[in-house]
């Protein structure tokens, strides 16, 4: 039986649960759930989402939601099948695991406010540029010693910060990219994957 993934075409989180499906090269129906007119707010959906957000991974007895928790869990399950995106060995988890860490607690709130405050056309924007923009210096610095963020090897830690980086640089703040050459060309890495170029011929921005 194939998984289904519950999700919203314009929805980051989803986004990242797609790219992670594509990387694993795991067969799944995707359900759209139009957020737009409600759907993640019907008691149905509520069953499978308590918080009402997508995404939700269904896959047999199993109901997940949370993109983060949700990527873990495929990387873990499909071991051996795609690319491996996780790793087993303590020392490169632990590493692997501080940069998943610093894209949820640091690169993902700054994005999630400036990409609030672009959308919306209000909001103090040089606060949230001036914030990601110390986060980028410091990738800058990481990705002159290694590839990618965990290693040589792309990894989880690259696969969630997709969808902000896809974003940014479809904006002005793609002269953060310019200046920073190494984030710059690991942007350029991770958002050729054939997985993510996937996702990025649905998405809607």
């Known amino acids: 039986m194939a998984l289904k993934l519950y999700g919203s075409l314009g929805s ?3 986004q990242r649960v797609q790219a992670c499906l594509y990387e694993k090269e795991v067969d ?3 359900v759209i759930v139009d957020t737009a007119a409600g759907e993640h707010r019907t008691p149905q959906f509520l069953k499978l989402s308590p918080f009402g957000e997508v995404p939700v991974l269904e896959d047999g007895d199993v109901t997940l939601f949370e993109s983060r928790a949700i990527t873990r869990y495929i990387a873990n399950k499909y071991e051996g099948k795609g ?3 996780i790793t087993k060995d303590p020392i490169k988890l632990a590493i692997q695991t501080v940069w998943m860490d610093s894209e949820t607690q640091r690169f993902d709130p700054h994005f999630l406010k400036l990409n609030q405050a672009t959308m919306q056309g209000g909001g103090d924007v040089r606060e949230y540029e001036n914030k990601l923009e110390k986060v980028l210096d410091v990738y800058e610095q990481r990705l002159r010693e290694s590839k990618y963020l965990a290693g040589d090897c792309f990894t989880l ?3 969630h910060h997709l969808p902000g980086v896809y974003f940014l640089r479809s904006t002005k703040a793609k002269g953060w990219f310019r200046g920073r050459p190494h984030v ?3 942007a350029a890495d991770i958002l050729s994957r054939p997985a993510w170029v996937k996702v990025a011929a649905l998405s809607p921005w």
Do not use: K, N, P, V
């Open 12 to 14: 980051e989180s989803t």
């Open 83 to 85: 690319t491996e995106l």
């Open 157 to 159: 830690a690259d696969l």
């Open 28 to 30: 799944f129906e995707f």
């Open 184 to 186: 710059r060309a690991w």
